[in-house]
């Protein structure tokens, strides 16, 4: 299974860091593919990835309205967009991805 795994993190590490996790894992789901979202709240970093995680996978995707360290992520395909943008379209941005591996 292709896995994808990301970043989510607002300005109050509350609602929208927690919205875009759960929009971009139920989006994965439905299409089949793994996804695993490391959030950045207001009681700090939660579902670390490791670097297992990373290493296996297909892409990494940061939905943040802050500034998120990318440097452990250099050699894989990155995007990044607001948590607005993972909220509302989240299986068009896991298709960036999954579309250019066929």
């Not at 296996?56 to 360290?69: C, E, F, T």
């Not at 379209?89 to 591996?101: A, D, V, Y």
Request: hydrophobic residues 45%; proline residues 1%; neutral net charge.
């Amino acid at each position: 299974m292709k896995k994808i795994v990301g970043v989510s993190a607002c300005i109050t590490g509350i609602a929208h860091t927690y919205l875009a996790a759960e929009s971009l894992s139920e989006a994965g789901k439905a299409l089949g593919i793994e996804i695993k979202i490391e959030t950045h709240g207001a009681i700090g970093i939660e579902n670390k990835l490791s670097q297992k995680d990373i290493d296996d996978a297909i892409g990494v995707l940061i939905a943040s309205d802050i500034v998120i360290d990318d440097y452990r992520f250099m050699n894989k395909k990155v995007i990044k967009v607001s948590t607005h943008e993972a909220i509302k379209h989240p299986k068009k941005l896991i298709r960036f991805f999954t579309e250019e591996e066929v």
